[in-house]
């Protein structure tokens, strides 16, 4: 009886001892989401500018020169939407300012990123909204006499920065150039 209870504790010893792994802790994991390169070509319409788009999206025009620029395999958009200066460059500015800032109250930051192209007339602010708020960048241009476009960038998803940070980024570079290649059509 001695030499099983003397055998049994060796087991038990010799058990928790030897099969004891240490622990190792785990690489952190990242998602690797792969785009398309961008490749641009020119938006021709009807309305008074043109400017650069990425064909992997789906330009659909609404009512007058509005447009949605619909990226399906990333479910977002661009939408942009123009506006004549009547005299009223002030409250359109203040419009699109007071617009991006609404979603101060889920985003972490907004950097403001200014534009000028004097050469070109074509003046205006990048806001990139960080955090989970419902758009992750908001834009207007103009020449601050006869034309306004404003945009903005939203997912068709519940805002998760972390989860829609690739996507993002992807299109804020389409929006740099929309934004760095629009020019007003001679009136």
Request: proline share 5%; hydrophobic share 35%.
């Amino acid at each position: 009886m001695r030499n099983s209870i003397c055998l049994l504790l060796a087991c038990m010893v010799f058990g928790l001892i030897g099969c004891k792994d240490e622990p190792v802790p785990k690489p952190s994991a990242m998602l690797r989401l792969e785009y398309p390169e961008q490749d641009y070509s020119r938006m021709e319409s009807d309305c008074p500018f043109v400017f650069d788009y990425n064909l992997l999206a789906q330009p659909n025009f609404q009512e007058g020169c509005n447009l949605v620029l619909d990226y399906k395999e990333m479910k977002g958009s661009i939408y942009l939407s123009y506006k004549p200066v009547e005299g009223n460059i002030k409250e359109l500015l203040s419009d699109a300012q007071k617009l991006s800032y609404e979603h101060v109250v889920k985003a972490d930051n907004i950097l403001e990123q200014p534009f000028m192209n004097g050469q070109d007339r074509v003046f205006g602010m990048f806001y990139e909204v960080k955090g989970d708020a419902a758009s992750q960048s908001q834009f207007y241009v103009t020449d601050s006499t006869h034309h306004f476009v404003t945009g903005s960038l939203y997912f068709y998803a519940k805002p998760n920065y972390d989860s829609i940070l690739p996507a993002a980024d992807y299109l804020q570079q389409d929006i740099r150039r929309i934004v760095e290649s629009i020019r007003w059509k001679a009136q």
